[in-house]
Nanobody, 122 residues
Framework: QVQLVESGGGLVQAGGSLRLSCAAS????????MGWYRQAPGKQRELVAA???????KYADSVKGRFTISIDNAENTVSLQMNSLKPEDTAVYYC????????????????WGKGTLVTVSS
């Protein structure tokens, strides 16, 4: 059974930084990609950043140049360094993992963590 556990959320002022981490356990050998997704109140869940296990990365346009995703295949962890945070980054951030090839959109991911809240104050 796969488990994804996020950590690192919290409250930060605009312009500040946070680092989110996700630890995966269980049958992780089948993962081909991991990523971070977010959902703000009243909005659809969306891709923030994702990476394949061989290092191909994808970012939402809104976070390019500010956020960096990294994966450690040996440790089964994926991290998201978030810099220059803005109030519009406020959301619940979810870690997700995928088996197989194809899209990295949220509806193509197979496993999900419970989420961690990031609040950016103005």
């Amino acid at each position: 059974q796969v488990q994804l556990v996020e950590s690192g959320g919290g409250l930060v002022q605009a312009g500040g930084s946070l680092r989110l981490s996700c630890a995966a356990s269980g049958s992780t050998f089948s993962f081909t990609a991991m990523g971070w997704y977010r959902q703000a109140p009243g909005k659809q869940r969306e891709l923030v950043a994702a990476t394949t296990t061989v290092g191909s990365k994808k970012y939402a346009d809104s976070v390019k140049g500010r956020f960096t995703i990294s994966i450690d295949n040996a440790e089964n962890t994926v991290s998201l360094q978030m810099n220059s945070l803005k109030p519009e980054d406020t959301a619940v951030y979810y870690c997700a993992a995928k088996e197989g090839t194809g899209s990295l959109s949220f509806d193509a991911m197979n496993y999900w963590g419970k989420g961690t809240l990031v609040t950016v104050s103005s």
